[in-house]
């Protein structure tokens, strides 16, 4: 018997739910803004139209991307295509 699948998040921004908002063209922000909030931990989401590049500059994390694990070791530079479902986990 398969497991059931979970039901994956869609954000504008991780925890930002807009419905009808597309992503701004250009978005910048260090990681701690937003990791720090959810304990260094991002769960499994997705975003629709949204190229993401994630700059690790310091310490391991761990990526996830569509259902691949991997870990990082810094300096890092993880490219994120639109729908890709991605998750992470700094230090």
Do not use: N
């Not at 993401?52 to 994390?61: I, S, T």
């Not at 761990?62 to 700094?90: E, I, K, N, Y």
């Amino acid at each position: 018997m398969k497991a059931p699948r979970r039901k994956v998040p869609v954000f504008s921004l991780y925890g930002e739910q807009r419905p009808g908002a597309g992503p701004a063209r250009l978005h910048i922000e260090d990681i701690q803004a937003r990791s720090r909030r959810y304990r260094w931990e991002i769960a499994a989401h997705t975003h629709q139209g949204l190229h993401q590049c994630v700059f690790v500059l310091q310490g391991p994390a761990d990526v996830q991307l569509d259902g691949r694990a991997q870990p990082l070791s810094a300096p890092a530079l993880v490219l994120l295509p639109p729908s890709s479902v991605h998750a992470f986990r700094f230090s």
